[in-house]
């Protein structure tokens, strides 16, 4: 049997990790078995639907490197994979169901549906929901409803007794009590736009899906699912449902927690291979050691029994150090590619620099590489070479224990030995011994002087190591710079 699954969302919003790490799950399940990756647009939601959306999508994947063998764009033998090219197909399906004594036409109007839901609640009635009154009109009633110009939906006949069963690969056996079942679910709507249900499982089944590996929080739709399969009298495809995304404090990955869309991901500067390597790990482990992985090591070691069943838990700060550790794999010439977009959007640099600025950049991009999480962290720590320092906050100077007067003067005494190094031709780690040695003499923590010389060179606290950071600015800018810093002090202290 050839493995055949799919990733089908719904394009109502941006691709979050949640349904990526779905999506990822799918594709190195059907790679790791020689099998198809189908994706399929399931856009029966009109209202929540957008454009935006739908090419969120496409670029999401894009930007992993997924591909998918059939799908919108690609096509396929079972095509088309996008629902509301579909709609025709829904409708006949489901009114085979109501010839078959398995659905049936509901005319109530919202009011009564409405009304209905206001007396459940205020009689804390045990049964919600429809209350299942037109599963027996007879031809005549029927009739009389249609003259009166309304418009019905067709709507799935859930037993009333017994059970249903599914089997989950990860779960095992889940089994729900007929009663506990939605009553009566829409599979049709009076405007003849499908439910997710019944389009999900037609297109399930006639695009031959196998395997059904999708988010947790679907397992209470598959007993429904089960049902109307049963009606149909089809097969349904193997379940296996995801343990969920949460964040550290347990709770389900939300906004909350930070960002969550992929597109957010991208912008910030993390890298495809890291956010693939990392998001997989949530929920799925190798040996429970092994921690780098390529897509083409997932396309092959990929199975579903290595999926863990408990929750996964998305540390945004394992992904950074993922992020980091893929930024240094880098060449200098493959990282300075990726963080120019960065760095011409901050206004730094031209999208097409001259040859000389090139190599400039280049020498920022090596030493800069150690101290990157994201590509856009380039921004904070290059600004200093692009821009000149306002000094607007003089606190920076100052450390613990270390007030702006006696900041002011390390500095004073640093810069003198550093002028004093750089004429004599000094190592740099000479230098470094004398600068500390100067701190050592005012019998104040080392950073009291580093860090005051750090932000007259920089203007920030952060920046790349500090005799970098000189190299990279030239020596006439930094002393230039450090007078100005030593200025300014002086008229404060
Ligand atoms: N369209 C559904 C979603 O957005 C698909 C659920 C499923 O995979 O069956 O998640
Ligand atoms: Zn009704």
Redesign the pocket.
């Known amino acids: 049997m050839e493995v055949r699954v799919?990733?089908?969302?719904?394009p109502?919003g941006l691709q979050h990790i949640g349904?990526v790490r779905?999506a990822l799950f799918n594709y190195f399940f059907a790679r790791a078995n020689g099998g198809k990756f189908i994706l399929r647009v399931?856009d029966t939601d009109r209202e929540r639907y957008s454009d935006e959306s739908l090419q969120d999508l496409y670029d999401t994947l894009e930007w992993l490197g997924i591909s998918w063998d059939e799908g919108p764009i690609v096509g396929g033998p079972k095509g088309p994979y996008i629902q509301s090219e579909r709609f025709n197909l829904y409708k006949e399906y489901a009114e085979q169901l109501v010839r078959e004594g398995k659905a049936y036409y509901c005319y109530c109007t919202p009011e009564r549906l409405d009304a209905l839901r206001a007396q459940q609640q205020k009689e804390k009635s045990k049964q919600q929901g429809y209350d299942r009154h037109c599963r027996n009109l007879s031809e005549e009633e029927r009739k009389a409803l249609e003259e009166q110009g309304l418009k019905p939906v067709i709507r799935l006949k859930v037993p009333t007794g017994g059970k249903t069963s599914f089997h989950d690969v990860l779960m095992g056996e889940i089994t729900r009590k007929n009663s506990d079942v939605s009553p009566d679910p829409v599979l049709l709507k009076s405007d003849g736009f499908p439910t997710?249900h019944l389009a999900?499982v037609i297109d399930?089944h006639l695009m031959g899906i196998t395997h059904?590996?999708?988010?947790q929080e679907?397992i209470p739709?598959g007993p429904l699912h089960v049902i109307l399969y049963e009606a149909f009298g089809w097969e349904p495809p193997l379940y296996c449902h995801l343990p969920m995304v949460m964040g550290k404090d347990g709770q389900k990955l939300s906004k909350r927690h930070g960002s969550t869309s992929v597109k957010d991901f991208r912008a910030k500067g993390y890298l495809p291979e890291a956010l693939m390597n990392y998001v997989s790990l949530v929920g799925w482990s190798y040996d429970g050691q092994r921690e780098f992985f390529s897509k083409e090591d997932f396309e092959q070691l990929f199975t579903l029994e290595k999926i863990n069943k408990a929750p996964g838990v998305f540390d945004y700060k394992k992904l950074d150090w993922f992020n980091g550790q893929y930024i240094r794999q880098k060449s200098d010439e493959e990282l300075l590619t990726l963080l120019m977009p960065y760095m011409v959007n901050a206004g730094f640099v031209s999208a097409s620099p001259s040859e000389e600025e090139k190599q400039k950049m280049l020498s920022l991009t090596a030493v800069a590489k150690e101290r990157l999480k994201t590509l856009s962290d380039i921004v904070e720590l290059s600004r200093f070479l692009f821009e000149t320092p306002k000094y607007e906050d003089l606190s920076l100077f100052a450390t613990k224990g270390v007030d702006l007067a006696t900041a002011t003067k390390g500095l004073e005494q640093a810069f003198e030995v550093l002028k004093k190094g750089f004429a004599e031709h000094k190592e740099f780690e000479a230098i470094e011994e004398e600068i500390a040695a100067v701190a050592q003499q005012m019998e104040i923590k080392i950073n009291g002087v580093f860090m005051p010389l750090r932000v007259a060179i920089t203007g920030s606290t952060v920046s790349p190591p500090l005799f970098d950071s000189i190299n990279l600015l030239g020596l006439d800018e930094t002393y230039k710079r450090i007078e100005t810093a030593l200025g300014l002090l002086k008229s404060e202290v």
């Open positions: 799919r990733y089908a969302p719904s109502t349904g779905t399931e997710y999900n399930d059904i590996m999708r988010a679907w739709s």
